[in-house]
């Protein structure tokens, strides 16, 4: 049922500024045209292509980067070369661009990719507040940074996406991120949801909260942000809050009031990610620019993923 005219300009207005923080940075057509020479990492019987068109990757990204803040040596790259107190949607796009390359694109792009953000990495090093070095890219912190994304995209996926995932469908989801995280420079990466869970527990005794883990979570609950904004960022944050580990809670001092989770936040959650459907799409235009090219009556321009 279209909308009265002023509630629909509003929408536009506000559908605008949503795209403009959370949308992928301009990406080239061509890194979508796949061909049986240049097939893309996955195809589109993948679980990767329907997890990741779902918007409840919001909240999956914002859990991983909660989680991620419990690892000292991680958290010291991310506040010693990260520049997210001034440029935080910089960095939100540019991890949703990488998603939909990698998730969408041709083969040759997902590598180029992937080589740019190793070539990256290569350059991150320094000492942590404790004294200890560390390096971006070693394998065991990038192990810790592709776990915690893992877990976390498929945890947002269970509780709010738009379909079940069988055990199955979930292991492979596991598998096919392992791809990408051996790319990356993961050794062995998990292969399924047993295997993730005890690597992820593994790191339990390396993990603790640093002044600048508290920092970061602080600025991931209150960003710069557009005041209208604020109030459906905080459900998308207090939604991840929700699907946190209860000692990942407590150690980063965030409070949940008794049953606000599946009595509030998750009804208000869905509502919300149902009404971001509605304003950027069903689908991401990543997904939309694939299918487009595959028709070769259609000659797309340039688009955000």
Do not use: K
């Amino acid at each position: 049922m279209p909308l009265p005219p002023p509630l629909e300009q509003l929408r536009r207005v506000v559908g605008d500024d949503v795209r403009g923080l959370l949308a992928a940075q301009p990406l080239p057509p061509e890194w979508f045209r796949r061909t049986e020479l240049d097939p893309g990492l996955f195809g589109p019987d993948a679980v990767v292509w329907r997890v990741h068109a779902d918007r409840c990757g919001l909240i999956g990204g914002l859990r991983a980067l909660m989680v991620q803040t419990l690892h000292p040596l991680a958290m010291a790259g991310v506040a010693q070369h990260s520049d997210y107190r001034h440029d935080p949607w910089g960095r939100l796009q540019r991890t949703a661009s990488f998603i939909a390359v990698t998730t969408y694109g041709c083969t040759s792009a997902a590598e180029r990719l992937i080589g740019h953000v190793r070539a990256i990495h290569d350059r991150v090093e320094g000492v942590a507040a404790d004294g200890r070095p560390y390096r971006a890219n070693d394998p065991h912190l990038l192990a810790w940074v592709h776990d915690t994304e893992v877990d976390s995209f498929l945890r947002a996926y269970q509780r709010y996406g738009g379909s079940t995932l069988t055990d199955a469908e979930a292991d492979r989801y596991v598998a096919e991120m392992g791809q990408i995280g051996s790319r990356l420079g993961v050794i062995d990466p998990p292969q399924n949801c047993a295997e993730l869970r005890a690597s992820l527990e593994a790191f339990r005794p390396e993990l603790q909260v640093t002044p600048e883990a508290r920092e970061a979570v602080r600025f991931l609950a209150w960003p710069p942000l557009p005041l209208y904004l604020r109030p459906a960022y905080g459900v998308l944050t207090t939604a991840a809050a929700g699907l946190l580990p209860g000692f990942v809670r407590r150690e980063l001092r965030i409070v949940l009031a008794p049953l606000s989770d599946p009595l509030l936040v998750q009804p208000a959650a869905r509502l919300l990610l149902g009404a971001l459907g509605l304003t950027l799409g069903d689908r991401p235009p990543a997904l939309q620019l694939v299918e487009e090219q595959a028709s070769p009556s259609t000659h797309p321009g340039p688009t955000t993923a």
